[in-house]
């Protein structure tokens, strides 16, 4: 518990300095105040990629219309991640003129949203349960988990079960360049070297810190904006509950105060075996630093 002490006085320190003022897009995304939302669930029917606009054959609305197939403007990240057949969830913003907007949208299958779901109440439970314990220091076991991967699939920990980890917490909206831009190219500069280092079992998972905003298809965006490749690089969301969970148990101080977040950053190094061997607080460190101790596993 020192070394946890330790790390909390360092950290709150570094939280203080490290603010991020989620930068607010022009988009539809940015819904006034007085705009009434109302939840929908249903089945994409087709993407119009050129219009932005999705074809839902939508359940019910409550309070507002009875199901029925019709036409929804979206994002530009919503539409290029949009499947036919695909069921979803999202938040429905009606409009005097124009397309209805259609916004936060998530996968909604029973069995992946089941999965996630249960996941997330057990990891509730290990957090309530491991109390002022709940951080897990460098030799123990990272906690299971499922989330959201930029894909829109189920990622459940198990899956890097066998690989070495490289993990980090970020945001899309962070518009600091020495704070999450910055840790995004240091995990894709470490991809690359370990790739070229012989490092062949290796996966690098970056878990949002802003689920509200941060669906799976805005980490789509995210990845193919920047160039990120995905062959062995997951971006994660999902119930913020679990964010913070983990957020917890892994030692990352993250507070939003009206429209600003600070938080601190951290990278971990994970065994095959799920074990954290090595963490960096800050961003002072180098990827030949974690490539190296990749080497020696």
Not at 96 to 105: F, S, T
Not at 181 to 207: C, F, H, W
Not at 249 to 256: D, K, P, S
Request: neutral net charge.
């Amino acid at each position: 518990m020192k070394s946890y002490a330790l790390f909390v006085a360092g950290a709150l320190t570094l939280l203080a300095a490290n603010g991020c003022r989620r930068s607010e897009p022009a988009t539809a995304a940015n819904a006034a105040p007085q705009e009434k939302r109302y939840p929908l669930t249903g089945q994409v029917i087709s993407a119009d990629v050129a219009r932005k606009v999705l074809v839902v054959q939508h359940d019910e609305i409550k309070g507002l219309m009875p199901a029925m197939t019709m036409e929804f403007a979206v994002s530009a990240s919503d539409v290029a991640a949009a499947q036919p057949g695909q069921r979803i969830r999202g938040e429905t913003i009606p409009v005097e003129k124009g397309d209805w907007r259609l916004e936060k949208i998530w996968p909604d299958d029973q069995a992946g949203s089941g999965a996630i779901a249960a996941q997330a109440a057990a990891l509730r439970q290990d957090t309530l349960i491991r109390g002022n314990g709940a951080y897990r220091e460098v030799g123990e076991t990272i906690p299971s988990f499922a989330l959201y991967d930029q894909e829109g699939r189920v990622a459940q920990s198990g899956r890097f079960r066998g690989k070495q980890v490289m993990l980090n917490f970020i945001f899309t909206r962070c518009p600091v360049a020495t704070m999450c831009p910055a840790a995004t190219m240091k995990m894709m500069a470490t991809q690359q070297l370990a790739r070229k280092g012989g490092v062949d079992n290796l996966e690098l998972v970056s878990i949002t810190l802003d689920p509200e905003y941060d669906t799976p298809a805005v980490l789509k965006d995210y990845a193919v904006t920047r160039g990120i490749d995905t062959a062995n690089f997951s971006l994660l969301t999902g119930p913020d509950s679990a964010i913070k969970d983990l957020l917890k148990q892994f030692g990352v101080l993250a507070e939003f105060k009206d429209n600003l977040l600070t938080h601190t950053l951290t990278t971990l190094l994970i065994d095959a075996n799920g074990r954290i061997i090595h963490r960096a607080d800050g961003s002072a460190w180098e990827p030949q630093d974690f490539v190296a101790k990749m080497k020696h596993r």
